[in-house]
Nanobody, 123 residues
Framework: VQLQASGGGLVQAGGSLSLSCAASGRTFSHSTVAWFRQTPGKAREFVASMRYIDRIIEYLDSVKGRFTISRDDARRILYLQMNSLKPEDTAVYYC?????????????????WGQGTLVTVSS
């Protein structure tokens, strides 16, 4: 699976952004997918995941109620809708996938990664 993220940009606090992650490869529909984010000097942080086997979703506590992960298997696209953005959401956002039915919050458990897209939230 090859992934390519897009949709990042500059937004004011309280605003919204929608990230997309286009996938190639026929295994996307059988991949558990996730979004992570990273700021300089810090480890990559789990944001959200969706299991392919049952579509169960998990979120980082600080984004619950504000972010929504979704996927379109027919188009092979993963999405992250981000609303009510805060300056602390500023980071490079990465999409990730693993051919495993269960999700993980550990970045090392994901084999496939997009190149990252920068989200900057101004106060």
């Amino acid at each position: 699976v090859q992934l390519q993220a897009s949709g990042g940009g500059l937004v004011q606090a309280g605003g919204s952004l929608s990230l997309s992650c286009a996938a190639s490869g026929r295994t996307f529909s059988h991949s558990t997918v996730a979004w992570f984010r990273q700021t300089p000097g810090k480890a990559r942080e789990f944001v959200a995941s969706m299991r392919y086997i049952d579509r169960i979703i998990e979120y980082l506590d600080s984004v619950k109620g504000r972010f929504t992960i979704s996927r379109d298997d027919a188009r092979r696209i993963l999405y992250l809708q981000m609303n009510s953005l805060k300056p602390e959401d500023t980071a490079v956002y990465y999409c990730a996938a693993r051919t495993n039915p269960y999700a993980s919050a550990r970045s090392n458990d994901y084999r496939y990664w997009g190149q990252g897209t920068l989200v900057t939230v101004s106060s």
